[in-house]
């Protein structure tokens, strides 16, 4: 279980870039996976990056090449690089941190990202 807060959203131009944090309550170090997911209006949730904790990482098929995931354990964040954004980004981002022994995941609040011309 752990706290976590999302910030960095905002209006973009298609395009742009714009970096997501993920402010945890305490060390990430021993959480299992860190992840990012969104949820467009009318839409399912959807996973869009995940981060292990030795650092593996996959994207979603629409993402890839434009998105990068990192964690700083040093800083107890996680971070989102969206780079070469589109319309159908457009979404409230959430983090999501999970351990196998968790009974369930634990969710920042979202921010979100519209990126319209």
């Known amino acids: 279980q752990v706290q976590l807060v999302e910030s960095g959203g905002g209006l973009v131009q298609p395009g742009g870039s714009l970096r997501l944090s993920c402010a945890a309550s305490?060390?990430?170090?021993?959480?299992?996976?860190m992840a990012w997911y969104r949820q467009a209006p009318g839409k399912q949730r959807e996973l869009v990056a995940i981060?292990?904790?030795?650092?593996?990482?996959n994207y979603a098929d629409s993402v890839k090449g434009r998105f990068t995931i990192s964690r700083d354990n040093t800083k107890n964040t996680v971070y989102l690089q969206m780079n070469s954004l589109k319309p159908e980004d457009t979404a409230v981002y959430y983090c999501?941190?999970?351990?196998?022994?968790?009974?369930?995941?634990?969710w920042g609040q979202g921010t979100q990202v519209t990126v319209s011309s």
């Open positions: 999501q941190a999970h351990n196998y022994d968790w009974e369930l995941p634990s």
């Open positions: 305490r060390s990430i170090f021993s959480i299992n996976t």
């Open positions: 981060i292990t904790r030795l650092g593996n990482t």
